[in-house]
C-alpha cells in the first residue's frame, strides 16, 4: 500500500516533471474507478461543481459534510493514485477543510481566492499548508485565484497583473501551484508563467482554450477539467435517452464499466 505521504509526494513530482499533468476531473466512486483504470491516468482530481450537481445542489452551495464523504469514496475507489480535491473557498475554514480531507484521504487540493483581499487570501493558504504540516501529509496545494472569472468587465492586462501578483504571494506562503481558471490564450499564459513561473502555473481546458499539449509547450504544469467531464457524460446520457425514446437500441459498442 502506498502512504498518504507518498501519494503527496508523487502528485508535487507530477507537476514538477516537465510533461503537464493531465487530470479529468471525477465526481463519485464510479466515475473515480473508470477513470483510474485507464493506464494514463496518474493522478485523480475531483470536480465540486459536478459533485455538487450530483446532489442537486448549485455549485459552490454543498454542505461540507456531503463533499467530504463523496471524496472519501472517491480516494477508496482511486487505490494508489494521489487524489487531489476541489474544496471550494475552504468552507470558511480553510485551514480545518484540509485538515478534515486529509483524514480522508486527500493529498492535495484546490481552494479559491474568490479576489479576497489579498492577506486574507494568503493567510488562508498559510492555514492550509500548517494543517498538511501538522498532520504529517506533503500537502500539494493548487492555489486558485479568480483573478480571470471574477474579473468583471476590467482589462485583460489588469486580470493577468493581479493573478501574478496574488500567484506570487501565495507561492512565497507555500502553495505549489496557482490555479488560474479561464479561457486562457497563448499570450496570456506566457505571461503568466513569465510571472508566476516555469511549471507552477495549472490551467482548466474549456471550450476555446488550447489543448494540453500546447499549454505544456507554454511551461504549464497542470490541466484539469472541471465541471466538463460531467456534462460530457451528461450529454451522452440524455443523447441517448433521446434515441431510446424515438425507438433506437443501446449502441453496440457501449462498455461495461459498472
Do not use: C
Not at 136 to 142: I, K, R, S
Request: no cysteine; proline share 5%.
Amino acid at each position: 500500500m502506498t502512504t498518504q505521504a507518498e501519494k503527496a509526494q508523487t502528485l508535487a513530482r507530477l507537476h514538477a516533471a516537465p510533461e503537464i499533468l493531465r487530470v479529468v476531473n471525477v465526481w463519485d466512486a464510479v466515475s473515480a474507478k473508470t477513470i483510474a483504470a485507464l493506464p494514463e491516468t496518474r493522478a485523480i482530481a475531483t470536480a465540486g461543481h459536478s459533485i455538487a450537481a450530483t446532489f442537486g445542489y448549485a455549485d459552490g452551495e454543498i454542505p461540507l459534510d456531503l463533499t467530504l464523504d463523496m471524496i472519501g469514496r472517491i480516494v477508496d475507489a482511486a487505490g494508489d493514485l494521489p487524489v487531489t480535491a476541489d474544496l471550494d473557498d475552504g468552507y470558511g475554514d480553510p485551514g480545518e477543510t484540509v485538515r478534515r480531507a486529509i483524514g480522508r484521504g486527500v493529498v492535495g487540493a484546490n481552494v479559491e481566492d474568490r479576489l479576497r483581499p489579498l492577506e486574507e487570501a494568503v493567510a488562508a493558504v498559510e492555514a492550509i499548508v500548517a494543517a498538511g504540516e501538522a498532520e504529517g501529509v506533503p500537502f500539494v496545494l493548487n492555489a486558485r485565484t479568480d483573478a480571470f472569472v471574477r474579473g468583471g468587465g476590467r482589462p485583460v492586462e489588469a486580470s493577468v497583473d493581479d493573478a501574478i501578483a496574488r500567484g506570487r504571494a501565495y507561492l512565497d506562503a507555500g502553495a505549489d501551484l496557482v490555479f488560474v481558471p479561464g479561457i486562457l490564450d497563448s499570450d496570456v499564459t506566457r505571461r503568466l508563467v513569465d510571472g508566476i513561473g516555469e511549471r507552477r502555473l495549472s490551467v482548466i481546458g474549456l471550450p476555446g482554450a488550447l489543448s494540453g499539449g500546447e499549454y505544456e509547450a507554454l511551461g504549464v504544469a497542470r490541466i484539469s477539467y472541471g465541471p466538463m467531464a460531467q456534462r460530457v457524460a451528461l450529454t451522452a446520457l440524455q443523447d441517448v435517452a433521446a434515441e431510446l425514446y424515438r425507438d433506437g437500441v443501446i449502441p453496440a459498442s457501449t462498455r461495461n464499466l459498472n
